[in-house]
């Protein structure tokens, strides 16, 4: 089974702290995913990476910024958390192969962050 | 501008009876759409998908219907369970599967 492992459940920051959620995934993924969750809002796109170093943004990128140095890893970083960035961040991977039929994201446990 | 869209926030249903979940997207350059389950305080998890060239895809109790041409796609649980109690998403992907578009969610309960 894949494997997609966010580094805490829970987590507490102060306003203007710098967040860093790290997200590994054992699967050998190309494709890996940050999301947040707000009741209302479903899962928002915050960014998206398809290779090591490679990102493009989602719906959602402002305030956040995100770093892929090898390719089972992917972090989401708050440059300056604000208390609307408090939210449920989702954390996937996927492989698409044709021959595999659709594509299908993996999550993460997910990272419940309250900014206080 | 939302691309898949969930208009019921929320649905509950008898122990036994039929749940029927649905979703409408506008981008019909998706093949690919999925349903996710996700429990609270756990992230989502695969339920079921259907391709574009397929208008029915079943899988135990749970069968997605696809109507093309309206741009609507349905679950239907049969018959429904409490553990069956979650919300659950729609999502669809482009041709490069490298995107998922998410819904708003369906808060679904099940009344024993």
């Given at each position: ?37 707000d009741p209302g809002l479903g899962l928002r796109l915050i960014y998206f990476s398809y290779d ?23 972090s989401l970083i708050l440059e300056s958390a604000s208390t609307n960035q408090t939210s449920m ?28 | ?26 981008n019909s350059m998706f093949d690919y759409f999925l349903w996710y389950k996700k429990y609270p ?72």
């Amino acid at each position: 089974d894949v494997k997609v492992t966010q580094s805490s459940r829970y987590l507490v920051k102060r306003t203007g702290e710098k967040v860093f959620l790290e997200c590994v995934q054992d699967m050998d993924h190309e494709n890996m995913f940050w999301y947040r969750q707000d009741p209302g809002l479903g899962l928002r796109l915050i960014y998206f990476s398809y290779d090591v170093k490679m990102k493009e943004k989602g719906d959602i990128p402002e305030g956040y910024s995100v770093s892929r140095e090898k390719k089972e890893r992917f972090s989401l970083i708050l440059e300056s958390a604000s208390t609307n960035q408090t939210s449920m961040y989702l954390c996937a991977s996927s492989l698409f192969l044709v021959e595999l039929g659709a594509p299908k994201a993996f999550f993460g446990q997910g990272t419940r962050l309250t900014v206080v | 501008d939302q691309q898949v869209k969930q208009n019921s926030p929320s649905l509950s249903v008898q122990e036994g009876r039929i749940s029927i979940l649905n979703c409408d997207y506008t981008n019909s350059m998706f093949d690919y759409f999925l349903w996710y389950k996700k429990y609270p305080a756990e992230g989502p998890t695969f339920l079921i998908s259907i391709s574009s060239i397929k208008d029915k895809n079943e899988d135990g109790r749970f069968t997605v219907f696809l109507n093309k041409s309206a741009k609507h796609l349905s679950l239907h649980i049969v018959p429904s369970q409490p553990g069956d109690s979650a919300v659950y998403f729609c999502a669809a992907s482009p041709n490069t599967g490298n995107q998922f578009y998410f819904g708003t969610g369906t808060s679904l309960t099940v009344i024993p």
